[in-house]
């Protein structure tokens, strides 16, 4: 097996599990490759010894048959830009705060890893989106796709923006708010749900528009059809506004339009069998439980 392993970060708390990884890996038959930027955080004023058995990346390539991401969410967002279509399925190793998408704990990564290397685990099928902007503006983003969401919003101002929105051409509505969010499912419980937007299962074929503080108090979330194009035109009392791709910002003009669909292709989770996303919600929304006492 080809594995490839990603991290953003290399803090205190991520020590134990990132020693513990690779041992686990380099006393395995497989060949693995860190990223080179991560390679040389972890090698460098670390006490830890990488032989020769593991060796870096920079890009992935259809050859890799799966990639661990070590952090939080936010790094698990970051290792969607590696696999990108390449259909290499992703699993995370959470050592940051909430966990939706990274779903492995530090107490059971062992059992994880053994069910990851004998191929026993669940493919879940996430949907992403893709934004393009008229006129062209070349690709601002890195790359033109999420795998959370698509958030319009106000910059280098306070005050609010309209959001002009079509839905397959047809106008839906003008937002009067900070901004407006274009979720996936995926990203339905991040920024989209501290926003009052609803939970959405993964596998389902929608999106959900969610207004940032809007002014007109009747707008709310909306959930439609995933095969529906996304048309918007901002204005208000400054000339650009913000565009951001998941974690990824661009500054826009207020003369450009932006189109936002669902993209071609999927990224790849991996969810063992143990786990399952109900599961999640009641660990990590705390559902079913009573804390008042």
């Given at each position: 097996?080809?594995?490839?392993?990603?991290?953003?970060?290399?803090?205190?708390?991520?020590?134990?599990?990132?020693?513990?990884?690779?041992?686990?890996?380099?006393?395995?038959?497989?060949?693995v490759y860190v990223e080179r930027k991560f390679y040389d955080e972890i090698t460098s004023g670390h006490e830890i010894d990488l032989n020769r058995s593991f060796h870096t990346f920079d890009a992935l390539d259809n050859?890799?048959?799966?990639?661990?991401?070590?952090?939080?969410?936010?790094?698990?967002?970051?290792?969607?830009?590696?696999v990108r279509d390449l259909d290499i399925p992703?699993?995370?190793?959470?050592?940051?705060?909430?966990g939706f998408l990274?779903?492995?704990?530090?107490?059971?990564?062992?059992?994880?890893?053994?069910?990851?290397?004998?191929?026993?685990y669940k493919v879940s099928e996430r949907s992403v989106l893709t934004a393009r902007t008229e006129p062209e503006m070349g690709n601002p983003f890195e790359l033109d796709f999420a795998l959370n969401e698509i958030a319009i919003?106000?910059?280098?101002?306070?005050?609010m923006i309209t959001i002009e929105t079509?839905?397959?051409?047809?106008?839906?509505?003008?937002?009067?708010?900070?901004?407006?969010i274009i979720s996936t499912p995926t990203g339905s419980t991040g920024y989209s749900l501290s926003c009052g937007g609803p939970v959405i299962m993964p596998r389902s074929d929608n999106l959900v528009l969610t207004p940032i503080?809007?002014?007109?108090?009747n707008a709310r979330p909306l959930v439609i059809p995933g095969s529906m194009e996304i048309r918007l035109r901002v204005s208000g009392r400054e000339e650009n506004f913000l565009v951001s791709l998941d974690s990824r910002l661009a500054?826009?003009?207020?003369?450009?339009?932006?189109?936002?669909?669902?993209?071609?292709?999927?990224?790849k989770m991996i969810e063992l069998q143990d786990g399952s996303f109900l599961k999640t919600l009641r660990k990590k929304l705390l559902w079913g439980e009573d804390r008042r006492n």
């Amino acid at each position: 097996m080809k594995i490839a392993i990603y991290g953003q970060f290399y803090p205190k708390n991520s020590e134990a599990p990132v020693k513990f990884l690779l041992n686990y890996l380099q006393k395995s038959e497989n060949s693995v490759y860190v990223e080179r930027k991560f390679y040389d955080e972890i090698t460098s004023g670390h006490e830890i010894d990488l032989n020769r058995s593991f060796h870096t990346f920079d890009a992935l390539d259809n050859s890799f048959d799966v990639l661990i991401s070590i952090g939080g969410d936010g790094t698990m967002l970051r290792s969607a830009n590696y696999v990108r279509d390449l259909d290499i399925p992703m699993v995370g190793i959470n050592t940051g705060r909430l966990g939706f998408l990274a779903t492995i704990q530090e107490d059971n990564i062992e059992s994880a890893l053994k069910a990851i290397l004998s191929g026993d685990y669940k493919v879940s099928e996430r949907s992403v989106l893709t934004a393009r902007t008229e006129p062209e503006m070349g690709n601002p983003f890195e790359l033109d796709f999420a795998l959370n969401e698509i958030a319009i919003s106000r910059k280098d101002t306070t005050s609010m923006i309209t959001i002009e929105t079509y839905l397959d051409g047809e106008y839906l509505t003008s937002y009067w708010a900070d901004g407006l969010i274009i979720s996936t499912p995926t990203g339905s419980t991040g920024y989209s749900l501290s926003c009052g937007g609803p939970v959405i299962m993964p596998r389902s074929d929608n999106l959900v528009l969610t207004p940032i503080a809007p002014h007109n108090l009747n707008a709310r979330p909306l959930v439609i059809p995933g095969s529906m194009e996304i048309r918007l035109r901002v204005s208000g009392r400054e000339e650009n506004f913000l565009v951001s791709l998941d974690s990824r910002l661009a500054t826009v003009h207020t003369d450009t339009i932006i189109y936002v669909k669902v993209a071609p292709f999927t990224i790849k989770m991996i969810e063992l069998q143990d786990g399952s996303f109900l599961k999640t919600l009641r660990k990590k929304l705390l559902w079913g439980e009573d804390r008042r006492n």
